[in-house]
């Protein structure tokens, strides 16, 4: 049977991003620009990802093009058989853990969505804040919303690569965009929105320290979904005749272009109306819904910002389940309709575990954390990083140099791919896995 495929250059575009632009970008970009000295740390934000993130970027975009295959034997097929699958198997298996607990959001997002749809955020800071704890302890109604945002996730990658995630992505993700981009424009326009621009925009460079560094690795490594096995199963739907460096800078162009535009639509209308941020679920399910009810035309403004955070999760929720269904059904010979089924029984299971922690199950804890936090923690700060490392070493000291310049450069035939080929090696093979574990082990000591 021929393997699905992308249809277009934008079709694949679309998917990458698409992948990328997440829940990642619109809360937790946003707070940690604030929390470690504003524009110095996109200044360090950009450097990582261009000089650290775009090689490993390209490194998982060879693996996945060279061998057409899914993430394990890539790995497998492209070291001539040896234990290196394994590597591939951990690739397939943590962004499984993460779409669990990522679906569990996704699924808070909805229900936001439904609340904005009937105008229930009009009460003081104190009932929005109790109303988002009330709902994510009850044991019923986020589960039913996981549930729903896990099913249209594998609805949407039943339908398979083209007719799939690439038709959703090139609806959905234009969309996103625009909507972002108005509703940054409405918030920069509120009086007081300065303090905002403020806090993202003003550099202090005496926040910058091991923490804030680490802190910024990591951030670019899950904004970029690198590391999970997803860029390099993309890839190996991807064209041989498209360009690996034009494709993974434009993705990575337009997850940094989306992050700063979420920032300039969060942040000045948190300030405008003389509020603290908070990090995550709380910027996003309390903080905003209180602002939204305080803003003029703010009913349809949170409509349209859980409209695109919505979106925002499921293109990336469908890039992570695909990893998997792509292992299922070349290596175990699933059917896709197969492979979906089982993979939502699978994360169904765990993220039901994720979603009662914050409720029924909040007193059990692995190693101080509840499941939501531990799973978190384990494969967005640890298995993240020890997959990203892996992939570039495994690219730079046991892939040929010979065919990963044939196939960055499309055999030669690309004049800008050759140039830059030899600072890319040079990256690859020394400064990537160096900056990784230096900035790791910093980032552990402080
Ligand atoms: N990049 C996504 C975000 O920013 C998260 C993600 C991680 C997606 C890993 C796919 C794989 O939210």
Redesign the pocket.
Known sequence: MKRDSFGSRFGALVAMAG???????LWRFPYLVGENGGAAFIIIYILLSFIICLPIFVSEFVLGRRSQKNAYAAFRDLSGGSAWKYVGLMTVIV?LV?ASYYSVIGGWSFEYLFKACTFSFNGSQASMSSMFTDFVSSPWAPLICHTIFLLTTCLIVVVGIKDGIEKFSKVMMPLLFFIVIAIAIYSVCLPGAKAGLDYLFNPDFSKIDGKAIAAALGQAF????LG?G?ILTYASYVDKKENALFQSTATAVSDLMFALIAGMAIMPAVFAFGLNPQSGPGLVFETLPFVFGQMPAGGFIAILFFVALLVAALT?SI??IEVAVAYLMEEKKFSRIGACAALFALCWTVGTMCSLSFGPLSDFTIGGRTIFDFFDNLSSNILMTLGSLLTVIFVGWRLKKTDVYDEFTNGGSLSTNVKVFGVLWFLIRYICPLAIIFIFVYGLVA
């Open positions: 992948s990328a632009v997440g829940l990642g970008n962004p993460v899950f904004s970029l979904s999970f997803t990336s890039s992570m």
